[in-house]
């Protein structure tokens, strides 16, 4: 399905690159448990627009902002989301990319697995030396599926 190679110098190049963007993320990032990524929202493209007009409405008429509301945050905010969402996307792209590629490596990986454990399966059937302590072996990541006769009838564990 796939056949790539990195070198040792695009692996270096890859991991410099992470290192410098954990690097300069450092102190900007938060790290949410589980529950407080459930509790927080994502804004849409919907509410990114509201948001946007929110603040057109701020510039247009000042009575709109509430007294609480701190407007140099507020547009520190907006700025940096508008900073961070481009770079976001662009991460989730590569991420995606790379998952699909790890997707179709492991695909091979356990597909020409599979057809080294049948052919084990075969020779240890037919008494190849040392096939049978290596069939053994490998079974078990299928437990359930091996048939024993009784009889006629065969019984699945």
């Given at each position: 399905m796939i056949s790539i190679i990195f070198t040792a110098a695009e692996l270096t190049a890859i991991d410099n690159a992470l290192t410098t963007i954990e690097t300069t993320l450092a102190g900007k990032v938060i790290n949410l448990t589980p529950e407080e990524r459930h509790h927080y929202g994502k804004i849409n493209n919907h509410r990114e627009n509201w948001i946007t007009k929110v603040r057109a409405y701020i510039q247009q008429n000042a009575a709109s902002k509430p007294n609480f509301?701190?407007?140099?945050?507020y547009d520190k905010d907006i700025n940096a989301r508008n900073a961070i969402m481009p770079r976001l996307n662009h991460i989730n792209a590569i991420t995606h990319a790379m998952e699909d590629t790890a997707m179709l490596i492991s695909t091979d990986l356990y597909d020409n697995s599979l057809a080294v454990y049948g052919n084990i399966r075969e020779l240890a059937k037919h008494n190849v030396p040392g096939m049978s302590a290596i069939y053994a072996d490998?079974?078990?990541?299928?437990?359930?599926?091996?048939?024993?006769?009784t009889g006629n009838v065969p019984v699945v564990k």
């Open positions: 509301l701190d407007l140099a945050e490998l079974k078990d990541q299928f437990p359930g599926r091996t048939t024993k006769k």
